[in-house]
């Protein structure tokens, strides 16, 4: 009893504890730094990571969108608006506006679920920083070259979740 | 040194004449202050990837080659900020708030000894200059808490400077040990003295005492009471922006480069080297070795703790440090008594 009372004291004395955190963070500090540069590297996603928007294309290059709106009418956050290109043939209808407003948009991905073509989809980032007010629109031409850009990634998370669909 | 300087002493005399005495001086002013301010603004940078390695991280690295030019751009976006002043508050006290803390800590380098005669004013009376000039910077942070007319900054303000009070006197007297031993007030006298051992060796606990009263002094980790910007909003500096913000911060910085050189002019035997083998490496440097230590324990400390409660603190300052100090200080005197040391 008293013995331990004893080292008590002597451990206060001599900083015991404040000595062995120390050597903890010394020892730390030269370990291997897990820190993820950002925009260089980036964290694994899911294949149903649900980043920005892209619109695709078939393989010959037609716009896959049949501006059928479903996808507007669907967002609950209402971030989508189109307008029908009038020139247009009905055999395919095409969208002369397509903007996400991605301020308003809260990454469900119904729009992704409502399209009948696979035309819109969310795509592998989300790296939604601007410098300027106006940059949150995402206009269709951007939203195509994206999809164009990305299209590995975002075949082969299609192709990895399609079975679920 | 001394036949270093005649010519350059010869030169300014001839050209200046009676005025030499004040340009040599305000030279050597400048030769301490200029690089002093380059080592604050670098050691917020040394801070911040020291705690990162600790915590695993990198820290900042984006800035020039691994992150160099991070203070530069620290200073100018520190600058380009509008300085904000409170209604109803005294502009002229508000102001001189910060600038209480920052200067004292870059005055007292005028009796910080670098090397044998190379200091700025060689004082008999060192230690309590510095001593002296150290505890102004109480009122820089009580007269910026009261002029922000804010209730809070007030608090904060009496606050921080009880603790700066509280932990001056057990700095204080953890100084008198080392003041008996080499028998001098004079800091280069002081150095002088441990020449056979540094007074670390039969000072420890002194020495260990001293540093945590300066880091609690220093308001830093684990004892940012004053600060505490989770807690409190910055206490006392809660009204302060831009360069004013700053200048508290470079206070807090300028604080921790100067008790680190006064620790290792007390204890760790200033310009001395470790064995006397290693006396061809210039004195300077080895002060500057013992201090960049004692600045890496202080970061070191702050990666490793957390934050103390105000009456942990008051407790430990009054309770602990001034009993231990003043029994070490009767110890000291029994023992230069019994030995005949003097
Ligand atoms: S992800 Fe949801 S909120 Fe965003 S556009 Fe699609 S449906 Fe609208
Ligand atoms: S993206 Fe799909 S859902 Fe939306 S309008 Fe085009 S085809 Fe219809």
Redesign the pocket.
């Known amino acids: 009893m008293l013995g331990v009372k004893f080292k008590e004291i002597l451990d206060s004395l001599f900083l015991k504890e404040l000595v062995s955190g120390m050597a903890i963070t010394l020892r730390y500090m030269f370990k291997p730094k897990i820190t993820i540069q950002y925009p260089e590297e980036r964290t694994p996603t899911s294949p149903r990571f649900?980043g920005v928007?892209v619109l695709r294309k078939y393989e010959d290059g037609e716009e896959r969108c049949v501006a059928c709106k479903l996808?507007e009418a669907?967002?609950?956050?209402?971030?989508?608006y189109i307008e029908i290109d009038e020139t247009s043939r009905a055999e395919k209808r095409l969208t002369k506006v397509y903007d996400?407003d991605l301020f308003?948009?809260?990454?469900?991905?119904?729009?992704?679920e409502?399209c009948p073509v696979e035309a819109?989809v969310?795509g592998p980032y989300l790296d939604v920083a601007f410098e300027n007010r106006e940059d949150r629109f995402y206009h269709k031409d951007k939203m195509l070259t994206n999809g164009d850009k990305w299209k590995p990634v975002v075949d082969a998370r299609l192709q990895a979740d399609a079975k679920y669909r | 040194m001394t036949e270093f300087l005649q010519p350059i002493h010869a030169f300014g005399n001839d050209t200046f004449g009676v005025l030499w005495p004040v340009v040599w001086n305000l030279a050597c002013i400048m030769i301490v202050v200029g690089p002093m301010l380059g080592a604050v603004a670098y050691l917020t940078y040394v801070e911040r990837r020291v705690i990162a390695f600790m915590h695993v991280r990198v820290g900042p690295n984006r800035v020039g080659p691994i992150g160099l030019l991070q203070p530069i751009a620290d200073a100018v976006k520190l600058m380009f900020k509008e300085t904000l002043i409170p209604i109803h508050s005294r502009p002229m006290i508000f102001l001189i708030g910060p600038i209480l803390t920052m200067g004292p800590a870059l005055l007292a380098w005028a009796v910080i000894p670098f090397q044998p005669e190379m200091v700025i004013a060689d004082l008999n009376i060192g230690v309590l200059y510095v001593l002296a000039i150290s505890s102004i910077g109480a009122y820089g942070v009580l007269m910026g808490g009261w002029a922000s007319n804010t209730r809070y900054s007030l608090l904060g303000g009496i606050r921080s400077s009880a603790q700066m009070i509280s932990y001056e006197v057990s700095m204080g007297f953890t100084i008198i040990p080392v003041v008996m031993l080499s028998g001098s007030l004079n800091l280069s006298t002081i150095v002088e003295a441990q020449k056979n051992m540094w007074f670390v060796i039969p000072l420890f606990p002194m020495f260990v005492v001293y540093f945590i009263s300066v880091v609690a002094e220093t308001n830093r980790a684990p004892f940012d009471l004053p600060e505490a910007e989770s807690e409190l909003v910055s206490g006392f500096m809660t009204e302060y922006s831009a360069l004013t913000y700053g200048m508290f911060f470079l206070g807090e910085y300028a604080n921790m480069i100067l008790v680190s050189a006064l620790g290792s002019v007390l204890f760790l035997g200033g310009w001395l080297p470790p064995i006397a083998a290693l006396d061809f490496i210039p004195g300077i440097l080895w002060l500057a070795i013992k201090m960049s230590f004692l600045l890496f324990v202080f970061l070191w400390i702050r990666a490793t703790f957390p934050r103390y409660r105000y009456d942990q603190l008051m407790r430990l300052g009054w309770k602990v440090f001034l009993p231990l100090s003043l029994f070490w200080i009767f110890v000291t005197g029994s023992a230069i008594h019994l030995l005949n040391l003097l």
């Not at chain 1, 669907?74 to 989508?80: F, K, L, M, N, V």
């Open positions: 649900r928007h996808c669907i967002c609950p956050a209402q971030a989508i996400i308003k948009c809260i990454y469900c991905g119904l729009c992704e409502a819109i969310m």
